[in-house]
Structures are given as structure tokens and as C-alpha cells.
T-cell receptor, first 115, second 115 residues
């Protein structure tokens, strides 16, 4: 069965430090991969997506992610974290089967940023 | 262009009452998805609808839950005879009616509390 794993439930980094959030997926075909961010009490905002092509994807707010097929990973990175990046981050894989489309989400990683 | 709209943002119901959650997709979008987020968990797919059709309801509980997306008006997620375990955030997403998987745009969610 398809699944998405985000092994880190909580991550704390200092402002200005680099960040990497891990995401591993299990999916038989070529995956469609997404990273979303959710601020407290808010909906989800798309940071970036991978459908095909260049495996290094640039997103909004200075985020990037790299698709590594051999490792079944799609880790999210940012070279220098800002206090406003504190939020919950969700990795998702898009699944298409017999004309139906859905996202399968990981359980999320909650990011705390220290001043 | 207004984003995905959901109302109400917060809904309180007593056990046994009915809850109706509304979702207006982005203009031009004909695909609607409902997800449920339980506390400390990721989003779980519930149902995928196109205008007047339920395409995939594999994530919907078998009883008490129903969804519709009429020709005119918003999509409705209906929960009958709510129980405490229904307390969660319910998110609606929409996407354009293009073939293949595409980005889903999320609304701000409805937070349901069952007393």
C-alpha cells in the first residue's frame, strides 16, 4: 500500500541555521510529490511540487526539495531558517488510480525556531 | 481570484446532532476533495467529487457521513448523529478539471467540536 513517512515529529532549530525535513514514500509508480506548510489554525499552503524532470525543485519562501528515487525520498531543505518558518510541514504523494486522484499525507513535522 | 472557501470555520455540536460543512471551490475548479485531520495527525483522504458525481469515497466512514457536490452551489460534507470522535479539522481542496494529477488548493478548514 502507498504510504508517506515523516520520521521526525518535532524539530527545533535556531534562527539562521539550515533545515532539512525528511520524507520517505512508498509508491510503485512514478510519484507526484508535494510539500505543504500549515500555520496554526490555518489551511495548507503549497511550498513546492515534483511531477517530473529536474530532481531538485525550488519552491516558495526559499525552500527546495530533492527527489531521490533510489532512496524513495523527497526531503525539504532551507539554507537559513527564519522565525516565521515555525509551522507544521506535510509531505504528500499524489496517487492516481483508475481515474481517481488523491493525496496521501505524512503525519507532519512540527518545526520550532529559536530566536 | 478568491481561494477555496469553507464555512463555518468553527462548528460546535452536541452528540447526536447533525453537522453540515460547506466548501466553495476556486473559480473554474470542478474537482473537490475532503480530508479530515485528527489532533496530532496528518490529513486523511475522505472523498473526491466532481460536479454531481462521487468519484471516490473510499476514505469515508460507512455510516453517518455523506458528501455531495451539486450542479449549483457548494460541496457539502454532512455528518449525522455526531459523536465525540468526529471532532477534527475538516479540509476541503479543489483542483481544475484537467486530466491527470494536479495541484490541490486547500481551504482554511472547518474545526468541528463535538461536546
Amino acid at each position: 500500500a502507498q504510504s508517506v513517512t515523516q520520521p521526525d515529529i518535532h524539530i527545533t532549530v535556531s534562527e539562521g541555521a539550515s533545515l532539512e525535513l525528511r520524507c520517505n514514500y512508498s509508491y510503485g509508480a512514478t510519484p507526484y510529490l508535494f510539500w505543504y506548510v500549515q500555520s496554526p489554525g490555518q489551511g495548507l499552503q503549497l511550498l513546492l511540487k515534483y511531477f517530473s524532470g529536474d530532481t531538485l525543485v525550488q519552491g516558495i519562501k526559499g525552500f527546495e526539495a530533492e527527489f531521490k528515487r533510489s532512496q524513495s525520498s523527497f526531503n525539504l531543505r532551507k539554507p537559513s531558517v527564519h522565525w516565521s518558518d515555525a509551522a507544521e510541514y506535510f509531505c504528500a504523494v499524489g496517487r492516481t488510480t483508475s481515474g481517481t486522484y488523491k493525496y496521501i499525507f505524512g503525519t507532519g513535522t512540527r518545526l520550532k525556531v529559536l530566536a | 481570484n478568491a481561494g477555496v472557501m469553507q464555512n463555518p470555520r468553527h462548528l460546535v455540536r452536541r452528540r447526536g446532532q447533525e453537522a453540515r460543512l460547506r466548501c466553495s471551490p476556486m473559480k473554474g475548479h470542478s474537482h473537490v476533495y475532503w480530508y479530515r485531520q485528527l489532533p496530532e495527525e496528518g490529513l486523511k483522504f475522505m472523498v473526491y467529487l466532481q460536479k454531481e458525481n462521487i468519484i471516490d469515497e473510499s476514505g469515508m466512514p460507512k455510516e453517518r457521513f455523506s458528501a455531495e457536490f451539486p450542479k449549483e452551489g457548494p460541496s457539502i460534507l454532512r455528518i449525522q448523529q455526531v459523536v465525540r470522535g468526529d471532532s477534527a479539522a475538516y479540509f476541503c481542496a479543489s483542483s481544475p478539471g484537467t486530466s491527470g494529477i494536479s495541484e490541490q488548493f486547500f481551504g482554511p478548514g472547518t474545526r468541528l467540536t463535538v461536546l
